[in-house]
């Protein structure tokens, strides 16, 4: 079976910057796209980031040019550098993965931005 394991989620003032990181564990042969989605109280999950294996990338226009998703296929490790955070940022965090074909999602992680 295959785990996402997310870390790096807090509280941080407005303007401030937090870096998430979910690694892929369990019987894996080959990890194609891997993203974040959020969602904050009373939405619909959203997708904030994603990444492909060759390094393609593709941001919600929300975080554009303040999010930087990064990945390391030898560690099936996907990170999210957020900067310049704002209080509508807010939400709990999920990662997702593409693992041999079949879509896994981490347990979430509380990012809280106050203003």
């Known amino acids: 079976q295959v785990q996402l394991v997310e870390s790096g989620g807090g509280l941080v003032q407005a303007g401030g910057s937090l870096r998430l990181s979910c690694a892929a564990s369990?019987?894996?042969?080959?990890?194609?796209?891997m993203g974040w989605y959020r969602q904050a109280p009373g939405k619909q999950r959203e997708l904030v980031a994603a990444?492909?294996?060759?390094?393609?990338?593709n941001y919600a226009d929300s975080v554009k040019g303040r999010f930087t998703i990064s990945r390391d296929n030898a560690k099936n490790t996907v990170y999210l550098q957020m900067n310049s955070l704002k209080p509508e940022d807010t939400a709990v965090y999920y990662c997702?993965?593409?693992?041999?074909?079949?879509?896994?999602w981490g347990q979430g992680t509380q990012v809280t931005v106050s203003s």
């Open positions: 997702n993965a593409n693992v041999d074909l079949h879509e896994f």
């Open positions: 369990g019987r894996i042969f080959n990890v194609n796209v």
């Open positions: 990444i492909t294996r060759g390094g393609t990338t």
